[in-house]
């Protein structure tokens, strides 16, 4: 579209347009993201209870599959000083850097040094 | 006829390369500067990926009476370069290359946070700030603007934008660009520090929500469709990004996305790093211009950084200091390199500080950024 020199007055002005129009495109995409995690939140409860109310039908064959359960085997991890959420990265990291699958890893305590 | 060994093989070296080079030391010049970029991307691993191809394709450019370069005439064959140069000037590598990052990237943490992508937008600043400093220093407005696209911090954006508005200047700004990219743990940190306080730096972000599978799948048609309908020139890169994304969240083409991250992606750098590279030339590259470029392109890395941690500060005062400042700097796409210097100069203030995931918000939204900044510039200058 421009092709000659700018003037300074049209180079700022330019400069600004395209700041402003990076702006309210992403600020626009905010508002696409919202609406669509409300839409697909919705929906997605919405089928939740059709997906629990079909459930107990299938649990008896789908017990013996579900055999490891280890969080609810697992002992509890005493926490020293560390959040949950610290904890679970501590697991995480450990079980990444040991190439051992977390359900054989037995944590007994995790404690902030 | 007389024939003579010595004449045969003076007559051989002086049609040689070796002969020919001597003519125009600054080919000597092209290919020492050749040397200088393997050097880095080899010995000090500077964005290695694309420095040893580009340092190649000037290193093989500079080379007299090779032919590489030519193009089609009087029925005889193009040049090799000449036909990896296409997928440059035709905008092809710099799509595919998006196609790949695409299929890379996860953008849960920008779905789990949307207003992430603001600091993305905020990051931009580099370009228009270097943009104009280059109308400044005399460059003309379409140069000023693949000059300011340096300050995306975004490779293939960079690429696409200075082959349509400004080719010349191509190798100049692609080198700027990517050993700048790989100096953002350098760059960063210093106005990291001086623009937000300790306490800010210590700031611990809460957890982000998880984000389900069927929001990854909308996610890339959405953006694709609205972003594309409302700034058409940014089809090629928006369109190849999502549809990367696509492969790799709909759970269905595992396989196209396996080759978008990988082997595509690999095949298209050493196209694209040959081509970057070839395009330097001693007429071209050695002139006060290039070295204006490096400066301009440094000075636009910066700004992108400011505007981000300025952004960061903003929302870390409206969100009641929820938001860690730290992470606007990774709004500069360079994924995913902006986000860990984030991480790690959160750690630094905080040891239980894990802005990472937190980062990688801004650090994709710049992506999107960048090319929506890059659609503008093209859509202004462009013929």
Redesign the interface.
Known sequence: ??????SPVE??M??????V???L??????G???V??RI??G??KKAAPVAAASQPAAAPVAAPAAAPAPAAAAPQVVLEGVDE??AA?VMAIVSHETGIPLDQLVFKSIK?V | MQFSFIGALEEILAGSGFAALFSDPRSLVMILIAFVLLFLGIGKKFEPLLLVPIAFGILLANFPLTGLLNAPANGASPGMLWVFYQGVEHAIYPSLIFLGIGAMTDFGPLIARPSSLLLGAAAQLGIFAAFLMALALGFAPNVAASIGIIGGADGPTAILVTSRLAADYLPAIAIAAYSYMALIPLIQPPLMRALTTKKEREIKMEQLRPVSKTEKIVFPIAVATVVILLIPDTAPLIGMLMLGNLFRECGVTDRLSDTAQNTLCNIVTIFLGLSVGCKAVAEKFLTMETIKIIVLGLIAFMFSTIGGLLFGKIMCKLSGGKVNPLIGSAGVSAVPMAARVSQVEGQKANPANFLLMHAMGPNVAGVIGSAVAAGFLLKVFGA
Do not use: R, Y
């Open positions: 579209m421009i092709q000659g020199p700018l180079a700022v330019v400069a600004l347009s395209g700041f129009i990076v702006f495109m992403l600020a626009l995409l905010w696409v993201i919202i669509v995690s697909v939140g929906v997605e959420t610290q990265c902030a």
